[in-house]
């Protein structure tokens, strides 16, 4: 199987359960090829889940769901050392971060302390537990959903951790027709309990490695770069996007052309991606907030004054 199919497949097989979510499917799967994490944030009841159930469910891993609740401890994610009388030895209890693809539902209403023991995972995909380091399987994604964080019981996730996703995925509404077929699509039954996996853990591995030989031109690298730094020089700013964003930008722009059949970037393919990869990392001052200005609006704004190099 090639691996523009590969992508492609596991994209229809995510839309045997999600209705007029194509483009939403797309970016996580890009995301999964890109080799890193998504965080999907929207309103209750959009199926941001549903979503993260359908991809992790196309591929024939190791799944775990951590329900995030103000309750859950650090070491319910990263496990634990406990003593065994028979060996006089300290053993690791795996915590539920053991596992090929994580879901971590609603990640923004636990505490601060407990987001932070995602940090280390997230970012080189190992956790330390009293002094010892323990490797989490290959492949390895974290799917975080989120409701915007003007609802009640939700803390505004740190910045150090909204900077280790990838993208960051927004659903919306869908229109009338969609919305008449996610009934006659539910009614009998849940389409999500069928969904069998299309790709293997291997092929995604396979997929990772191939994603990073896609060509790159060193003008598209500048013109990455430059969109990545003029977020650092806009007056509605506090804070602008890192170079773990230019980073993260030229590696789902090659996973994008290696979705459309090529072997190499284009500037469109950059383009498209900005918001999804650089909104989530910028942090507003009050006032642009208070006026309604959105890093959406702004990203859109700057795409339109950098120069697209031929």
């Known amino acids: 199987m090639e691996n523009k199919s590969v992508m492609q497949t596991i994209v229809e097989n995510m839309g045997k359960v999600m209705v007029g979510q194509s483009g939403a499917a797309k970016l996580m799967v890009v995301c999964l090829a890109a080799g890193g994490h998504v965080l999907i944030e929207d ?95 290959d492949p390895f994604m974290v799917i975080a959903t989120q409701n915007p964080v003007e609802y009640m019981g939700t803390y505004p996730l740190p910045e150090a951790q909204l900077d280790r996703f990838l993208m960051k995925v927004t659903m919306g509404y869908p229109d009338m027709e969609d919305e008449v077929n996610i009934l006659f699509r539910f009614q009998e039954h849940n389409p999500l309990h069928e969904l069998q996996a299309v790709a293997s853990g291997e092929q995604v591995i396979q997929l990772r490695r191939q994603v990073r030989a896609v060509r790159v031109e060193r003008a598209i690298g500048e013109y990455i770069v430059d ?41 469109d393919d950059v383009k498209n991606l900005v918001i999804p990869v650089l909104s989530h990392r910028m942090i507003l001052r009050q ?17 339109s004054k950098i120069r697209v190099p031929s």
């Open 43 to 137: 309103v209750p009841g959009i199926g941001k889940t549903t979503m993260a159930y359908a991809l992790a469910k196309s591929i024939g891993v190791t799944f775990n769901r951590i329900q995030f609740t103000p309750d859950i401890l650090p070491s319910d994610i990263t496990g634990f050392s406990m003593f065994n009388p028979k060996t006089s030895e300290f053993e690791y209890k795996q915590g539920s971060i053991m596992s090929h693809i994580i879901l971590a539902d609603e990640i923004n209403r636990t505490s601060p302390k407990t987001q932070a023991s995602m940090l280390e995972v997230m970012e080189e995909r190992q956790v330390t537990v009293d002094g010892a380091t323990y490797s989490v399987p």
């Open 227 to 267: 969109i990545v730094q003029s977020t650092r020089r806009q007056e509605q700013v506090i804070l602008g996007c890192s170079p773990r964003a230019s980073i993260y930008l030229m590696r789902a722009s090659q996973a994008l052309a290696m979705y459309m059949g090529r072997d190499y970037v284009t500037p």
């Open 287 to 303: 006032e642009a907030r208070i006026r309604k200005v959105t890093t959406e609006s702004i990203l859109s704004d700057l795409l």
